[in-house]
């Protein structure tokens, strides 16, 4: 008897852990209605698919950019921030990572590196993405620097690193933030002033967040801007 109520309480247990996985996974952001709206492309910018994410092939063919998203953000949420890099000839691939975790496929870039010929090659991520990508610019030589959103890396960066945050962001850990900097010889800063955590992406509000003081548009607008000086 004592042993069916211990099989029992195991099962429970069990099943509590699976409910919770199945909830954890599928609550995440989901990207805006102007982000889906991209999906399509736009006169300049074809959306690709590819075999772990979408590539936006602009204008450019020399230089790309590999983009890791945030945890629990739809990766298509980021298509406005990326088309408009896109335009200025610099091509994007945006990873859809298992279960919106990058932690989970750290290597991703991999797959695009080894299946296409760019000269050069920047990784880039927002938040816990961002951490995500740093580790791997560090295990590897095959990219040529290395930009975060409201991000940052965990062991040394030996490549140019571009830091970029909002000056409203409540989500980005400024304590952590500000010890890793030793880490990153060659770092560039950039604090938007205004900017939050989430507007980075179109994905609404994001728990925690500090209240933004301009646009979306005009945060990716200078992020944009920030981006193609860093890489040129």
């Known amino acids: 008897m004592r042993r069916k109520i211990v099989f029992a309480v195991i099962a429970i247990v069990i099943l509590a852990i699976v409910a919770y996985g199945i ?12 982000a889906k709206s991209l999906m399509n492309g736009t006169d300049n910018v074809k959306v690709i698919k590819t075999s772990n994410g979408l590539l936006l ?41 298992p279960f919106n975790l990058a932690l989970l496929n750290q290597n991703a870039a991999d797959e695009i590196i080894d299946n296409y010929n760019y000269t050069n090659y920047y990784m880039s991520g927002h938040s816990l993405g961002g951490v995500v990508a740093s580790q791997y610019v560090n295990a590897t030589n095959k990219t040529d620097g290395l930009i975060l959103f409201a991000s940052y890396p965990t062991s040394e960066i030996q490549k140019p690193v571009l830091s970029i945050y909002g000056s409203e962001d409540k989500v980005l850990n400024i304590e952590k933030y500000n010890e890793s ?52």
């Open 23 to 34: 909830y954890y996974v599928n609550d995440y952001y989901h990207a805006d209605d102007e």
């Open 57 to 97: 092939d602009g204008p450019g063919n020399d230089t790309a950019l590999i983009f890791y998203p945030g945890a629990k953000v739809e990766y298509t949420s980021y298509l406005p921030l990326l088309s408009e890099v896109s335009k200025k000839n610099i091509d994007c691939f945006v990873v859809e990572m």
């Open 181 to 232: 900097k030793p880490l990153m010889d060659n770092l560039t800063e950039i604090v938007i002033k205004g900017g939050n955590h989430a507007q980075i992406g179109d994905y609404g509000l994001q728990d925690g967040d500090g209240t933004a003081k301009i646009t979306p548009e005009k945060q990716q607008e200078k992020t944009v801007n920030e981006i193609i000086k860093f890489i040129d």
